[in-house]
């Protein structure tokens, strides 16, 4: 049977249900300011993205032949460096988004893309022909475009240090690709220029006097790795001199001076990997990648 609550009883349920629906709804409105603010920052980001639009650049892998099961994984390391590549310069497009002129994202990030791209589709060209025909015309698919506005086109999740990892690890017997062109020679008159049109000059360390013995199986490719530090150079004085003016106070650092401290420390790892092979690989060399810029 059932017994009637005292009064003082039914007094502490109607408290007590009254605290729970205040709880509850306490918990209803916090729940629903922390899904606005989620939504703000999720809309906020859309639209940084937007701004920034995103690069797209022409797909490698439909366009190749054939490719030799010797050459496969090769192939496969550089594609993924590729699409590497483009995340990496997406990311510095969102990150950079209103720094510099209007030539700002062709000089600080579609140009060194282009290079990047330039030289590993060259590695991918070299690892089909030693044992098949090389593929020719490749390099046009080595320039990008900005499409503004757009989603961004990455093409793979891979990570921000991927490019620098995978591409220290190209078969260094390979001829470094496009950024050999010019003549090392150069090096000297591009930073004569360089001071002489007010823009001054970039000046690295030297890396051959900070090299141990190196073994005679290594010193045709170590020579080679030297002479293509010293056109990084050249190139990259030849572009101080056609961009002065341009961007603002972090331009040379963005555009110039990183980018060429990525390619060093790229050809500066192959070295290291040369001598490697036959004796005691050399340590600390990446700590000569790094140039300045002296007026």
């Known amino acids: 049977m059932s017994r009637a609550l005292p009064k003082y009883n039914k007094r502490r349920v109607a408290i007590i249900g009254g605290a729970a629906a205040v709880a509850l709804t306490g918990a209803i409105v916090a729940g629903t300011a922390l899904a606005g ?23 490698v892998a ?45 000089n600080a990030i579609l140009g060194p893309l282009a290079d990047k791209r330039k030289s590993t589709i060259d590695r991918i060209a070299i690892s089909i022909g030693r044992t098949a025909e090389k593929p020719q015309g490749l390099d046009s698919l080595a320039t990008c475009a900005l499409n503004a506005g757009g989603a961004a086109d990455t093409g793979a999740g891979a990570g921000e240090e991927a490019g620098a990892g995978a591409e220290a690890g190209a078969t260094p017997g390979e001829t470094a690709g496009a950024e050999e062109t010019g003549n090392a020679g150069n090096a000297g008159n591009a930073g004569d220029a360089g001071e002489a049109a007010g823009a001054g000059a970039i000046s690295c360390p030297d890396v051959a006097s900070q090299l141990p013995a190196i ?29 002065v003016g341009q961007g603002g106070p972090n331009f040379v650092q963005n555009a110039i001076l990183g ?6 420390k790229s050809t500066i790892d192959r070295i290291a990997t ?10 600390g060399l990446d700590s000569l990648a790094a140039c300045t810029l002296t007026k």
């Open 215 to 243: 073994p005679a199986t290594a010193q045709a490719e170590v020579d080679r790795n030297l002479t293509l530090l010293n056109t990084q150079i050249a190139e990259a004085n030849k572009r101080l001199v056609d961009t």
């Open 37 to 59: 603010e989620t939504s703000k920052g999720s809309t906020a980001t859309a639209r940084t993205l937007a701004d920034a639009g995103s690069i797209t650049c022409p797909d």
């Open 62 to 106: 439909s366009q190749l032949p054939a490719i030799p099961a010797s050459a496969q994984a090769e192939v496969d390391r550089n594609l993924t460096l590729l699409q590497t590549q483009i995340a990496e310069a997406n990311k510095r497009l969102v990150d950079t988004v209103g720094q510099g002129g209007p030539n700002f994202v062709q």
């Open 259 to 264: 980018p060429l401290a990525d390619k060093r």
């Open 274 to 283: 040369s001598i490697g092979r036959t004796a005691e690989k050399p340590q």
